[in-house]
């Protein structure tokens, strides 16, 4: 599909260019400037659709609940620098591993489900985290939400000065992630999950053991989807349950970065996160008081509009319009020796 | 003991408007095969075009919710001829985000139109309660539960009797041999869909003499819909009916129990459970 797009000198030129475009924003943004604002949380959202993508893309495993993975990871690191001052760089990985252990809490009830019913159940998890972390007030301060203690600009405590130091560490999370995803696709176990999304039964045929497929996919999404969740909590210094656990903010929109941008691919939630955070950010400094509904109108009716255009996302169409062409040059290229044939 | 009767029959009560609210999500999905996210909007929708119908005629909005459930009905035809019925054949992604994406547009449209006060629409009964020996009752939410109970009995004699409801049960059953007999199967999806979000509206309509409207009210029912559906199994329109008084039930009960903010949880856990052990649900095969 991307043969023309991966040709030897395509390739080098194409990694440059994405090194440049990804490094660039510190380099051109004032440090505690707007742009350099939103950039981290573009990088943020690409990431969590990206390790959505592990799971609900390769696999076809929709989850609209992995605001539980966020929203636990958030709590994780920012309860252990509270309490115990652990750094969250170590509270990033107890993080990882509490968001790992969650998943294999999930898979229980809800890997038997396909579909629609896989769904509703990640959502109920999603929900029922949330209500326990409102309900137990005397560790989350419930509803009013947790204040990332603030010690001082420093790296060991993931405290930075302005907005550079946040930006490549949502990067370096970002490759990490990619990085998942990447072998994750290339890997046995891509050729395993792609086997059971089209269908179980005929995987299962072919020898897949669809249940440990599924579930380390699950884990290495959940596991990475923890993390950004300490970034968040690092980057906004602010985390409350409705927020972090909640369907509408995390659950649903990490879901929406990969279905804008493509459904199963590695570049495809940086497209959608591209497109869909600027948008949200614009919209939202736009559209103030009693005009803030028009952003949601605007979002809704741009997902309405995309999923009857292109329901697989615009990686697809891209690839689709690259493909039409190679195949009208072919047909171009071998029209013009049968004429010189002749 | 007495405390626990009331939880019941209060539970009861409240269960029966979850029946009625949950069964044309239930209807729709059995029947289109599409779970519509956008289901608790419709209610929302239901009791926005109510309240307004009561401002303007002055009349009662439990007689006004024919009309209501004609409105709402005729929206989401429209809904499904030129929404849903694209992605019929999508996957499943592009199925749950359209309907997904529906829920946010018709939420930030009634937030832009109506603004995101809570309104009421009180009648004369809103505040009675009706003693029966040591019990009490509110007299609006009996009203609710009688007038719910008899749209499911005309739904399921729709369904029964009539050829339509015969030959939307046939589409649900086997598309292809219902196509064979004559039955448009694609006209049957938006008659399916229009009496589901139409019930969920009417709904709505019946529950305004105790409830305030709001445009995010959706959000508080959406799980309850969904878990209803889910007990009783989804596509099983008796399934929600039965399902519908055992979670109102469950509510009620765990209120008494345990602190109002646990109160949703019990329902969540039941719906995790009820997916995992009986994802055909109570009444399922």
Redesign the interface.
């Known amino acids: 599909m991307y043969a023309r797009l991966n040709s030897h000198p395509f390739k080098i030129v194409r990694w440059a260019l994405l090194a440049l475009l990804l490094i660039l924003p510190p380099l051109i943004f004032e440090n505690r400037g707007y742009y350099l604002r939103i950039s981290p949380l573009v990088l943020m959202f690409a990431g969590l659709g990206g390790a959505w993508n592990i799971i609900g893309g390769f696999a076809n495993q929709v989850s609209l609940g992995h605001a539980a993975f966020f929203g636990a990871g958030a709590y994780t690191s920012t309860l252990l620098f509270k309490f115990t001052g652990i750094s969250p760089w170590v509270g990033m990985m107890a993080a990882g591993g509490v968001a790992g252990i969650l998943s294999l809490v999930i898979a229980v009830p809800t890997f038997r489900l396909r579909g629609h019913y896989f769904a509703l159940g990640t959502i109920a998890f999603a929900e029922i985290l949330r209500v326990l972390f409102l309900y137990f007030k005397g560790i989350t301060e419930g509803p009013v939400g947790l204040c990332v203690p603030f010690v001082g600009h420093s790296i060991w405590v993931f405290q930075f000065h302005g907005n550079v130091g946040y930006y490549l560490t949502a990067l370096a999370l970002l490759c990490l992630t990619f990085f998942v995803a990447y072998r994750v696709k290339m890997g046995r176990l891509g050729y395993q999950l792609r086997a059971l999304s089209s269908s179980h039964e005929a995987a299962e045929v072919v020898g897949v053991d669809t249940y440990r497929a599924k579930l380390w996919a699950s884990i290495l999404s959940s596991v990475l989807t923890g993390a950004w969740g300490t970034f968040y909590a690092q980057y906004l210094c602010f985390i409350d349950p409705d927020t972090v656990f909640g369907f509408w903010t995390f659950s649903v929109k990490i879901a929406m970065v990969v279905i804008l941008g493509g459904l199963g691919t590695i570049w495809g939630p940086l497209v959608g996160a591209l497109i869909l955070i600027p948008l949200d950010e614009w919209t939202n400094v736009v559209f103030t008081g009693n005009l803030a509904a028009v952003s949601r109108l605007i979002y809704g009716g741009l997902l309405i509009g995309l999923i009857l255009w292109q329901p697989r996302g615009l990686l697809y169409w891209l690839s689709q319009v690259v493909e039409r062409r190679r195949q009208n040059e072919i047909r171009m290229a071998s029209t013009k020796m049968e004429a010189s044939h002749e | 003991m007495t405390n626990l009767l009331q939880a019941i029959f209060n539970g009861m009560l409240t269960g029966g408007v979850y029946a009625v609210v949950s069964v044309g999500l239930s209807l729709v999905?059995g029947i289109v095969d599409v779970?519509n996210f956008a289901q608790p909007e419709f209610l929302m929708m239901g009791m926005f075009v109510a309240y307004f119908m009561v401002l303007m005629s002055g009349l009662d909005p439990i007689l006004l919710s024919p009309l209501v459930f004609l409105v709402v009905f005729v929206f989401g035809a429209i809904v499904q001829k030129v929404?849903i019925e694209?992605?019929l054949n999508?996957?499943?992604?592009?199925q749950?985000?359209?309907t997904?994406?529906?829920?946010?547009?018709m939420?930030?449209?009634a937030?832009?139109l109506f603004?995101a006060d809570f309104r009421s629409s009180p009648t004369f009964y809103t505040t009675i309660a009706v003693h029966v020996g040591p019990f009490q009752f509110s007299l609006p939410q009996i009203l609710a539960f009688v007038v719910s109970g008899s749209m499911a009995a005309i739904l399921w004699a729709f369904m029964e009797w009539t050829d339509v409801g015969r030959a939307i049960r046939a589409t649900a059953q086997n598309r292809t041999a219902a196509v064979l007999v004559g039955v448009n199967p694609y006209r049957m999806y938006v008659l399916a869909f229009a009496i589901g979000t139409g019930l969920a509206g009417a709904a709505g309509a019946v529950i305004l003499p105790y409830s305030y409207v709001f445009?995010t009210i959706g959000?508080d029912w959406g799980?309850i819909m969904?878990?209803v559906v889910?007990l009783g199994g989804?596509g099983s329109v008796p399934g929600a009916l039965v399902a519908g008084l055992v979670i109102g039930v469950i509510q009620s009960l765990t209120s008494v129990y345990l602190?109002t903010?646990?109160q949703?949880?019990v329902v969540?856990?039941v719906?995790?459970?009820t997916?995992?052990?009986r994802?055909a649900g109570l009444l399922g095969r």
Request: proline share 9%; hydrophobic share 70%; net charge positive.
């Open positions: 999905f779970v929404l694209r992605v999508a996957p499943l992604v592009a749950i985000f359209l997904v994406a529906v829920a946010m547009v939420t930030s449209a937030q832009l603004g445009p959000h799980l969904f878990t889910v989804l602190p903010q646990l949703n949880l969540f856990i719906f995790l459970l997916l995992a052990y994802p």
